[in-house]
Nanobody, 118 residues
Framework: QVRLVESGGGLVQAGRSLRLSCAAS????????MGWYRQTPGKQRDLVAT???????TYADSVKGRVTISRDNAKNTVYLEMNALKPEDTAVYYC????????????WGQGTQVTVSA
């Protein structure tokens, strides 16, 4: 069984920073691409950033220049450093990972709430 556990969400004022973490655990042979998505009520879940095992990162246009995704392969952990936060960044942030157990599967964390006040 594989679990993704996020941490680091919370309430923050606009312009401040926040760092999210997501650790994968369980019967893992290899963690491939990892990423962060976010969702607000009534809307679809949108990509924020992804990162490959070689740390090649891609970002949504809405967060480019403000957000950095990184990972620690030894810890099966992915991070999302968010700076200059805006109220429109308020959402539930979900961690995603492609993980090989006996075969590759797509896994999601439970989500962590980020609220940015004006």
């Amino acid at each position: 069984q594989v679990r993704l556990v996020e941490s680091g969400g919370g309430l923050v004022q606009a312009g401040r920073s926040l760092r999210l973490s997501c650790a994968a655990s369980g019967s893992i042979k290899r963690v491939n691409d990892m990423g962060w998505y976010r969702q607000t009520p009534g809307k679809q879940r949108d990509l924020v950033a992804t990162i490959t095992t070689a740390s090649y990162a891609t970002y949504a246009d809405s967060v480019k220049g403000r957000v950095t995704i990184s990972r620690d392969n030894a810890k099966n952990t992915v991070y999302l450093e968010m700076n200059a936060l805006k109220p429109e960044d308020t959402a539930v942030y979900y961690c995603n990972a492609r993980i090989v157990t006996g075969f590759e599967g797509d896994y999601w964390g439970q989500g962590t709430q980020v609220t940015v006040s004006a």
